[in-house]
């Protein structure tokens, strides 16, 4: 069973824009990664978010994380062309080697 | 550095047939798994290493076998092909313990079809 749903499953918004997809989880987690998937590529990894932390931020990426309410959020700021693709959460829990992927939300950044 | 390397990128099997799909990696990580990736289902694990010699299983390990002889190579088996095995298959690997908070670097993929 998954363990992380994304949401929404797809969105489109218009170049320059802002865009947030969102993961919910089901049990608790050591850590929250989120990755992108380019058309027929393998998946890279963007971020890590640790279950002590609440937001973390690379470059145009801001992610958050409530334990509490067990979800995170991925905002992808001011949005290029090149960030068309598909965005994963993936989670892991103590004593645990397996990483635990959800299903994934679309971006498709309108020129 | 290759990074993660997948062998071979497209293969058609009829059912029943079997075949070996290769995983390797030259960045000296302990950690492999095999995924498999079909529409709305995300990334599911197959089955996983923690090191040279050894394997153990992940959601879906049915019809499937590994093996990880040479700590740089991962090898996914399928004895009998069926027509459910159609799929994207994705190798990857990691340095250290997940709980550790590392990131898994993937192969490209094996676009495999079974008539």
């Known amino acids: 069973s998954q363990q992380g749903e994304e949401d929404p499953q797809a969105l489109s918004i218009q170049e320059g824009e802002n865009a947030t997809m969102n993961c919910s989880y089901k049990t608790s987690i050591n850590n929250l990664q989120w990755y992108r998937q380019n058309s027929g590529r393998g998946l890279v990894h963007l971020i890590l978010i640790r279950s002590n932390e609440r937001e973390k931020h690379s470059g145009r990426l801001r992610v958050t994380l409530d334990t509490s309410k067990k979800s995170s959020s991925l905002l992808i700021t001011a949005s290029r062309a090149a960030d068309t693709a598909s965005y994963f959460c993936a989670t892991d829990a103590w004593g645990n080697e397996k990483l635990t992927f959800g299903t994934g939300t679309r971006l498709t950044i309108i020129p | 550095n290759a990074g993660v390397t997948q062998t071979p990128k497209f293969r058609v099997l009829k059912t029943g047939q079997s075949m070996t799909l290769l995983c390797a990696q030259d960045?000296?990580?302990?950690?492999m798994y095999w995924y498999r990736q079909d529409p709305g289902m995300g990334l599911r694990l197959i089955h996983y290493?923690?090191?040279?010699?050894?394997?153990a299983k992940g959601e879906v390990p049915d019809g499937y076998n590994v093996s990880r002889l040479k700590k740089q190579n991962f090898l996914l088996g399928l004895e009998s092909a069926a027509p459910s095995q159609t799929s994207v298959y994705f190798c990857a690997s990691s340095s250290l313990r997940l709980a550790g908070g590392d990131t898994q670097y993937f192969g490209p993929g094996t676009r495999l079809t079974v008539l």
């Open positions: 960045m000296n990580h302990e950690y």
């Open positions: 290493s923690v090191g040279e010699g050894t394997t």
